[in-house]
Every structure is written in structure tokens, then in C-alpha cells.
């Protein structure tokens, strides 16, 4: 059932990505209604956790046909801005609001859901984090590794660091598939899909 799920996010994933670049979506349409700049509404996009600069970029260069330079300005700093409020308040948050069931409860299943992804940033730390930040994959990104670096208790420079050099990365690989066009997004789609074999494999390993 897992692996279903896995497969159909990752359809509705790079499908998102494809096809927004060609059509509008709800979302862009309301924000280019409250005569949003195009660049600002990158900057917005990018700051989402799960799509970032992986959705900001290709629509930056696609749908906006913003040059290069400004769309990747924009995107990074929209995929950065959220990074230093969570390494710095999620804990503080957390227990502001652990006495509140609803919200601790959330709270708990992102921990709990962030923990399991982690492994490798357990394993490797500093690199471990540049690599889980900048591999742009489902459940990854920016946003995953700040509340890995915070729940696995990383130091805050070095996490910094690593988060910020892992969106450099993302942006790289980002914009070698945009720049492939349709094929960009059926190399990465079939990339990812094999990882996720190879994952599933490793894991029946293990198992036995």
C-alpha cells in the first residue's frame, strides 16, 4: 500500500510540475489577481514546504519566462527564508503548544514521519544533510532537513551550512532537467522511481 502511495505522489509530483509550466493553477491565478509581481510569486512558491525551488524554478523560467539569474536569485532565497525560523523557533514552538492536543499531535507525526526519513543525516551528519536537502526527492528538501537538524540536535552553524550548500544543489540538478524540457521531467521521474527500487531492495535485504 506504501509503495502505491510512494508512486501515485510521484506521479501527481512531476505531473504538477509539467503542467503548471503550461497552464495556471488556482494558486497562481489568485496571487497574479492580487497583482503579485511574477518574481515575488516565485519567491512565495518556493518557500512551500514539499515543492520549494523544485516547483519556484521551473515555473520562474517556464510559465514566467523570468531570465535565469532572477529566477534562481528567487527561488533560492524563497526555499532559504524558511531554514533559520525553524532551526531556531521549532523547539520553542513545540513547547509553546505542546499542552494543545491537535497541535502537539501534528507535531508529533511530522517528527515522527522527519525521524524515519533522517538515516542517512544520523549516519553522515554534515554531508548526510547537504545530500538529503539537495537531492530533490518527495519528502526531502530544505524544509525536511531544518526539522531533521533540529530533532537529531545538529549544531546550528554547521546545519546552516549544510542546508544552505544542499539548496545550491537542488538548484543545479533543477535546472539540468528544466533545461531538458518534457524529457527533464520523464529522466527525473524514471531516476526517482529507480531509486525507490533500489530502496526497496536494500530494504528486503536487510530484512532478511
Known amino acids: 500500500m ?3 502511495i510512494f508512486i501515485l505522489l510521484l506521479i501527481i509530483f512531476f505531473s504538477f510540475i509539467l503542467f503548471a509550466s503550461e497552464s495556471d493553477s488556482p494558486i497562481i491565478n489568485f496571487l497574479r489577481s492580487k497583482n503579485i509581481p511574477n518574481n515575488i510569486i516565485v519567491l512565495i512558491l518556493s518557500m512551500l514546504p514539499i515543492f520549494e525551488l523544485r516547483l519556484g524554478l521551473p515555473l520562474a ?8 539569474p532572477t529566477a534562481l536569485f528567487y527561488s533560492l532565497l524563497g526555499n532559504f527564508i524558511p531554514v533559520i525560523p525553524i532551526l531556531l523557533l521549532l523547539k520553542g514552538f ?3 503548544f505542546e499542552k494543545v492536543k491537535p497541535i502537539k499531535r501534528f ?3 511530522i517528527i515522527e514521519r522527519t525521524e524515519k526519513k533522517s538515516k542517512d543525516i544520523k549516519k553522515y551528519e554534515f554531508w548526510g544533510l547537504v545530500v538529503f536537502v539537495g537531492i530533490p526527492l518527495p519528502g526531502t528538501g530544505a524544509w525536511t532537513g531544518s526539522l531533521a537538524a533540529v530533532i537529531l540536535n545538529l549544531d546550528f ?5 549544510a542546508i544552505t550548500l544542499g539548496i545550491i544543489l537542488a538548484s543545479f540538478i533543477v535546472s539540468i532537467f528544466v533545461f531538458m524540457g518534457k524529457w527533464g521531467v520523464v529522466a527525473a521521474s524514471l531516476l526517482l522511481i529507480l531509486i525507490y527500487i533500489i ?5 528486503k535485504r536487510y530484512a532478511k
Not at 552553524?157 to 551550512?161: E, Q
Open 199 to 203: 530502496e526497496i531492495i536494500k530494504s
Open 94 to 96: 513545540y513547547k509553546m
Open 107 to 109: 507535531l508529533d507525526w
Open 157 to 161: 552553524k554547521r546545519s546552516l551550512i
Open 61 to 68: 523560467l517556464t510559465l514566467f519566462k523570468l531570465d535565469y
Open 2 to 4: 506504501k509503495n502505491k
